[in-house]
């Protein structure tokens, strides 16, 4: 595609369910990253993906967050358990592995857990 | 552990001023730095990338300086209009293995017509 797409845009969940965000990267692009944005801060490095697998997932705050790419494109990030403190936008980047112009967000997901 | 740090955390500034964002890195030994737009509710938009041997990157009204030795990089934008409100962020990856990006807050600009 044209640009990284991540779905859904808004997400509202009850404390305790469970939610998928999902992120398609730039066709080609090997190399996939998901941050964390709390309201009033930067983004925060969660896990990043080579290929299918992770290659560094130690932002992942707890092990109710996990991280999936199967075929190396579309990924999917699970959180189990949603407590309102995972409440903050999900963003995803994706890169070319030799690209030196830096990553291509797209424009996140808004998770607010109720 | 690598820190950012973005000063001003906000900045107003009427329409045609040259204006200076600052940003401060705690570790040297950086591959990359790179500056980011933000606008409410959108994702982020790349605006430079400077590589740790080079000492500045421009792109039309924008120069973006990085001073590796001492830690600190600065946005400098020329002759500024409404449409550059928008938070700005700049965001450092390490030297060696991780590729992970590490963001400051950003700074908050706007600019009045």
């Known amino acids: 595609g044209a640009g990284v797409s991540q779905t859904p845009s808004n997400k509202v969940t009850e404390k305790g369910k469970y939610v998928e965000l999902r992120c398609d990267p730039i066709?080609?692009?090997?190399?996939l990253y998901w941050y964390r944005q709390s309201l009033g801060q930067g983004p925060e490095f969660l896990i990043y993906?080579?290929?299918?697998?992770?290659?560094?997932d130690s932002g992942l705050p707890n092990d109710r967050f996990f991280a999936v790419r199967p075929e190396g494109s579309v990924s999917t990030l699970k959180i189990q358990r949603t407590e309102r403190g995972d409440s903050a936008v999900y963003l995803c980047?994706?890169?070319?592995?030799?690209?030196?112009?830096?990553?291509?967000f797209g424009s996140g997901t808004r998770l607010t857990v109720v | 552990k690598q820190e950012v740090t973005q000063i001003p955390a906000a900045l107003s500034v009427p329409e045609g001023e040259n204006l200076v964002l600052n940003c401060s890195f705690t570790?040297?030994?950086?591959?990359?730095l790179q500056w980011f737009r933000q606008d409410p509710g959108k994702g982020l938009t790349s605006l430079l990338l400077?590589?740790?041997?080079?000492r500045e990157q421009t792109s039309g009204r924008l120069n973006a300086s990085l001073d590796k030795s001492s830690g600190r990089s600065t946005l400098y934008i020329a002759a500024s209009q409404p449409g550059d409100s928008a938070t700005y962020l700049c965001?450092?990856?390490?030297?060696?293995?991780?590729?992970?990006?590490?963001f400051g807050k950003g700074t908050k600009l706007t600019v009045n017509p």
């Open positions: 980047a994706s890169s070319l592995t030799s690209d030196t112009r830096g990553y291509t």
């Open positions: 066709s080609g692009h090997t190399a």
């Open positions: 993906f080579q290929g299918t697998g992770a290659a560094d």
């Open positions: 570790d040297s030994a950086i591959y990359n």
């Open positions: 400077i590589q740790s041997s080079q």
């Open positions: 965001a450092v990856r390490r030297v060696g293995g991780s590729e992970k990006l590490v």
